[in-house]
C-alpha cells in the first residue's frame, strides 16, 4: 500500500512527463539520462526512481515477475531480437545457435529489420541502427495507452539511453576505433 506522501507524488507524474521533450530516432539527446534522474527523483515517488535508476538490460535480466509488465515486455522483446541475430550468424557460418540463446517467452513474428547483415561489415552501424529502430518501434508500441505513468517514463527512460547511445558513437574518435579494429 501506497504512503500518503507516495500517492502526493505519484499525483506529479502528468507535471514530470508534460515537461519532457519529445524524443526522436537519431537526433541528439535533449539531455543526459542523469538529468533525467534528476528531474524523476524530484517528482516521483522513491521506489519507481529506484526502478528507473536500475533498468535492467536483457541481457543482465534474471529477475522473474517482479518488474512492472512494461519492462518484462522490453526484456523479452530485447532478448528474442538477440536471439534473432544468434540464429542468422550462426547459420551463416554454419553453426548451432542454442549454446547461445537467451530465454524469451516472446511468440511472434519475426522481428529482425529486412536486410540486417545483408551489407557486409562494412555496413555494422547501418545495421545496429535499423536494430535500434527496431527497438525504438518496440518501446513506442509498449508505451501505447500510457501517457502520465511509470510505464510511460520508462520507456521514455529506455529511448533516452538509445540516443546516448547513439550521441557517444557519432562523437566517438574514429581515428582510434580504426587503429583498434586494424590491432585485432
Known sequence: MQSRTERKMADFYPYLVASLPMLHFGEKPPFSFERFLE????????????????????????????????????????????NELVRMRAARKRMDSSPYLRPSRYIGPSILPPGIGTMGDSAILDDEKRLDETRWKALDEMATGHSFDLPYLITYAYKLLILERWEKIRNADTTVLLERALQQ
Open 39 to 82: 528531474e524523476c527523483r524530484r517528482f516521483i515517488p522513491e521506489k519507481d526512481f529506484r526502478l528507473i535508476a536500475a533498468l535492467p538490460q536483457s541481457v543482465r535480466h534474471s529477475e522473474k515477475g517482479t518488474s512492472p509488465r512494461v519492462i518484462r515486455k522490453w526484456v523479452e522483446f530485447d532478448a528474442a531480437l538477440r
